[in-house]
């Protein structure tokens, strides 16, 4: 039994150290990483790229259109001309001619047409131009450039959404692994206590209950271990999956965190109105439907749309029975016009899009005062939070030392004689659990930092 116990504690102390050997991986660079990798932080920077193209004057209707045309035609005729009921005649009389062996007039031979062949030609640009349409191009463009800006705010989001998520994990790696270290100094700590504990039996100073008790510890401080080495390899899976690498990367994070001054963070919190990625969403989505209520308007102006056109035609015509030579045509044209259009009355469409897009505006305002309320509510909860988090940690820093000056004294009082095994125990435990909830307590505390930076639309502005 004692050599199993030796042996759990030499490989967990080996993989300490292999873990010890792994690349540090920095908040800093964990941050790019994601920014790089991250499959929703690509998927909404495509979005913003494609709103970026939509917002382009090549999509704005502005410029002009131009088409251009051509064709070629081959046609090949073979044909037998008959002229029933026709006669030769005599070139000089206009007589008919008569056949002297018969007496009859000659009647006029067929005519054949072998080969005829006809080409035709054609080539034709077509230019269109829409010089006024109610304004309403102007205020579409207007508001293409809105909705650009409103999908990089979209990408922002999402960006900030999975930084949070990032750290999350990030955090969890860290705490995680700051617990290894708290158990592993457990265990070594319960182990001593079986060698104590035999050492102890054997020169008759306590009983074998003592090593059972010992044995008993030493077996829930390698399943809490094991339990715990578990959660971080499965912690650091969910991390590489955010990152976007292989999910096997070996790797430490950095377990120090520090906290922004509390000024700096109050300056934050006094601007949040000017920089909340949600309110600036709101402020763009209300610019929008204000073109749109000008894009509706357009409908009852008129339209002023100008054409012009250039074209060309070569025929190569075929003879024919009556035109034995090749008949040829080549023509050229060009044309200029311009159109007014202009819908007096379509039945009250325009009417109807125009109060539509009015009330939706009124929508939008609404919604930007409910989300600033929501907002303004949101940052005070994440200030008092954090505010109680913070404060809970440095609690839990100072239990930490407390309980780390009675666990010493504790092991002092027990390798006297003066306590039991069990005393003894409950301080280890006492230590343990102070420990464990400073380490939570710190990432706790840095998360609720990290929301209420987002809230205030800092989040991607400070270094971590």
Do not use: C, H
């Not at 009921?85 to 008919?96: K, V």
């Not at 976007?244 to 300056?267: G, R, Y």
């Not at 400073?438 to 706790?444: I, V, W």
């Amino acid at each position: 039994m004692r050599k199993t116990f030796i042996l759990l504690l030499l490989f967990f102390v080996g993989s300490s150290s292999f873990f010890a050997q792994e690349k540090l991986l920095s908040k800093q660079e964990a941050f790019t990483l994601a920014l790089e990798n991250n499959f929703g932080i690509e998927v909404a920077k495509n979005q913003a790229e494609i709103a970026k193209n939509n917002q382009n004057i090549l999509n704005s209707g502005f410029l002009p259109t131009l088409t251009g045309t051509a064709g070629a035609n081959y046609q090949r005729d073979d044909s037998t001309f008959e002229f029933p009921g026709q006669f030769l005649s005599d070139p000089d009389t206009n007589e008919p001619l008569i056949d002297e062996a018969t007496g009859e007039p000659v009647p006029r031979p067929d005519a054949d047409l072998y080969k005829a062949e006809a080409q035709r030609y054609n080539a034709a640009l077509q230019a269109n131009y829409t010089l006024f349409d109610g304004l309403g191009r102007f205020y579409n463009y207007k508001r293409l450039k809105e909705e650009y800006q409103l999908s990089e705010l979209q990408a922002r989001e999402t960006i900030e959404n999975t930084m949070l998520q990032l750290f999350s994990v990030y955090f969890e790696v860290a705490r995680l692994t700051e617990n290894e270290r708290v158990l592993q100094e457990a265990l070594e700590v319960s182990t001593q206590r079986i060698k104590r504990a035999e050492y102890a039996f054997e020169y008759g100073q306590n009983t074998k209950l003592d090593i059972l008790n010992a044995q008993v510890d030493v077996t829930n401080d390698s399943i809490n271990l094991i339990n715990n080495l578990q959660l971080l390899e499965n912690t650091k899976r969910d991390l590489n999956v955010l990152l976007n690498q292989d999910l096997d990367a070996l790797f430490a994070v950095d377990t120090l965190v520090s906290f922004i001054p509390e000024l700096q963070l109050e300056e934050y919190v006094s601007k949040a109105d000017l920089n909340n990625v949600a309110l600036l969403q709101t402020e763009r989505n209300v610019a929008i439907t204000d073109y749109d209520i000008r894009v509706s308007k357009s409908g009852y102006l008129p339209a002023i749309n100008l054409n012009g056109s250039y074209g060309w035609n070569l025929n190569n015509n075929a003879p024919g029975a009556f035109f034995p030579g090749v008949n040829v045509n080549n023509t050229r044209n060009f044309g200029l016009g311009a159109t007014l259009t202009w819908n007096l009355f379509d039945g009250g469409g325009t009417m109807v899009r125009v109060k539509n897009a009015k009330l939706a505006r009124k929508n939008q305002e609404l919604l930007k005062k409910q989300v600033l309320l929501e907002v303004q509510r949101d940052i005070k909860n994440a200030l008092a939070n954090y505010k109680n988090r913070l404060n809970i940690y440095e609690i839990q820093e100072q239990n930490v030392l407390t309980n780390q000056n009675n666990f010493e004294r504790s092991k002092e009082q027990f390798q006297l004689g003066r306590i039991t095994s069990i005393e003894f125990r409950q301080a280890q435990i006492n230590l343990l659990n102070a420990q464990t909830n400073k380490n939570l307590a710190k990432y706790d505390a840095k998360l609720a930092e990290l929301q209420l930076l987002q809230l205030t639309g800092q989040l991607l502005n400070v270094d971590f």
